[in-house]
Each structure stands twice: as structure tokens, then as C-alpha cells.
């Protein structure tokens, strides 16, 4: 069967290439899964990585702003409760703490300064995306304040 024309926006091997540097309980390097470098054209960064318990340091993601518009997203694990986040955290935004235990979606717009991010507790797996829009790479993305290894 011949390959498909579209194939080449398909990404199913992603780029191991940001994170914070060694965290015990989280996924470090996340995982990038769009980006220009993997879809020539892509104008768009996005990356996640699992948390499944208390991270360690605890905030490692500090204080910063991007250059582009971004949507963090934390997303729980549970099929019988998918907006039960399995864990508490505070996100900091604009110097305002926000609290949540819920899957949540955050639209942070350029310029914004957000951060740190406090794991309060973990009780369940759970997903954190950064979609930074507009950014093709990781230097342009930086997300999470980190601008590559």
C-alpha cells in the first residue's frame, strides 16, 4: 500500500528534548509531540510529560514569560472521573496564586509572567501539556522557562 500524502504530519515518535533537569516523580525529558523540527511547517510547540508522584525538587518550574500565547493543560488520569486531576497543585500567575485539584486548561498570553508551579500533593498520575502557539521550536517555546539542554 502506497504511503499517504498526509503522512507527514503525523508524529508518532516525539522528541525527548526539554524538562527540567533531574525531578524525581515526573517524566524528565517531556515529550515533544509537534514542533517544526518534526512537521516542517508546524508553527505550533507542543510538549507533555507525566507526573505520577510528589516532584522533587517541588517547584521546578519557576517564574517566566514566553513571546508567544500559551495553554497549559493538567490533565487527570482517571476514566471513571477524567476531571478529577489526581493531585493538587498552585500555578502562580501574574503574581496571583491559583489552586486547583481539577483537570484544567490556562490560557497564559505572551508577556504574562506565570510560575512557580507547587505540586501540594499527588495522588494519581496525571499529564501536564504546554501548547505554546505561534512558537515552532523549543527555543521559541521555551516552555516551562526552558529554552533547550
Known sequence: ????????????????????????GRQT??????SSDLVPGANVYLEFG?????????PH??????????VVLHIGSDPNNPEDLGAEIEFVVGGEPLVFDKTTALFVP?????????WKKVTRPHLEMSIVFGAGTLSQAAPGGN???
Do not use: F, Q
Open 50 to 58: 507525566w507526573i505520577w508522584d510528589m516532584p522533587e525538587p517541588n
Open 61 to 70: 518550574i519557576h517564574e517566566h514569560a514566553h513571546d508567544h500565547d500559551e
Open 110 to 118: 505572551k508577556g504574562l509572567r506565570h510560575c512557580p508551579l507547587t
Open 147 to 149: 529554552r533547550g539542554r
Open 29 to 34: 525529558p517531556t515529550m515533544t509531540y509537534m
Open 1 to 24: 500500500m502506497a504511503e499517504s500524502k498526509y503522512a507527514k504530519y503525523l508524529v508518532s515518535k516525539p522528541a525527548y528534548e526539554t524538562g527540567p533537569p533531574t525531578t524525581k
